[in-house]
């Protein structure tokens, strides 16, 4: 993988790698990564190429190697990995909601130590239940009443409640048909575009038209090798579904 520039680097971690549970080999071969604000980056690869484990890499939320974290130009030191996870949100194909309301899963972040001194306010419910064309009682519908997109939609709102930098997105779109998932594409985009100095997204997918709807910059992912193209590799094409 060539070097990215670190001069508007939200994000860079360097030497980033996962070896093998008998460290015969890497699951993720070493890399230096580097996310700048304003960056749309599809990350494409074929099934079982690694793209989620690099999703989670990332968010740090599995064990990995690195030599340095640098984020907003911070070195990341273990006390501000909750803080980082907040920060930079990764977004799971399979969404896990807690028992409640959609409401109760909105507030649900802000229950957490680190989140509890963090304003709600940036994130307008009202204006996404007009983006969703959603009526103002789904807000009381219950989380296990919720379609397979529902469970997206909601908990793409939940993240976005903590106005995070960086967005991993894995598959976010995959139970939604194609006018929601057009309308899910719009709604990153729109928050990206909010501040586009501050934020930045990582959006995995195998859908050709998609990444090129949403990308700018094109990550590709082989049998745990990372490299930049010049424009998307697709190889497993799907459809949204």
């Given at each position: 993988m060539l070097p990215l520039a670190m001069s508007d680097s939200l994000l860079h971690i360097k030497n980033l790698s996962r070896q093998r549970a008998d460290e015969r080999g890497?699951?993720?071969?070493?890399?230096?990564?580097?996310?700048?604000?304003?960056?749309?980056?599809?990350?494409?690869?074929?099934?079982?190429s690694g793209?989620?484990?690099?999703?989670?890499?990332?968010?740090?939320?599995?064990?990995?190697?690195?030599?340095?974290?640098t984020f907003l130009g911070s070195d990341i030191k273990d006390v501000s990995i909750p803080h980082y996870r907040s920060q930079v949100?990764?977004?799971?194909?399979?969404?896990?909601?807690i028992e409640g309301s959609v409401e109760d899963n909105l507030r649900f972040p802000h229950?957490?130590?680190?989140?509890?001194n963090r304003v709600a306010t940036p994130f307008d419910i009202q204006g996404a239940l007009e983006f969703f064309q959603l009526p103002q009682r789904f807000l009381q519908r219950h989380s296990n009443q919720l379609s397979g997109g529902e469970r997206q939609i909601v908990n793409l709102w939940r993240s976005l409640a903590l106005s995070p930098r960086i967005l991993l997105?894995?598959?976010?779109?995959?139970?939604?048909?194609?006018?929601?998932?057009?309308?899910?594409?719009?709604?990153?985009?729109?928050w990206l575009d909010?501040?586009?100095?501050?934020?930045?997204?990582?959006?995995?997918?195998?859908?050709?038209?998609?990444?090129?709807?949403?990308?700018?910059?094109?990550?590709?992912?082989?049998?745990?090798v990372l490299q930049i193209q010049a424009t998307p590799v697709i190889t497993s094409p799907q459809t949204i579904a």
């Open positions: 890497y699951l993720l071969h070493p890399t230096d990564i580097s996310i700048a604000a304003g960056e749309r980056i599809a990350v494409c690869g074929a099934s079982g793209k989620s484990m690099l999703l989670r890499a990332i968010a740090l939320l599995d064990t990995i190697d690195y030599q340095n974290i949100q990764l977004i799971h194909q399979n969404v896990t909601l229950t957490f130590a680190v989140n509890r997105l894995d598959e976010p779109s995959a139970s939604l048909d194609a006018d929601a998932a057009l309308r899910l594409e719009q709604y990153v985009r729109q909010d501040s586009p100095n501050e934020r930045a997204y990582l959006w995995v997918s195998h859908h050709s038209e998609q990444i090129q709807r949403i990308a700018n910059v094109y990550w590709h992912v082989n049998a745990g």
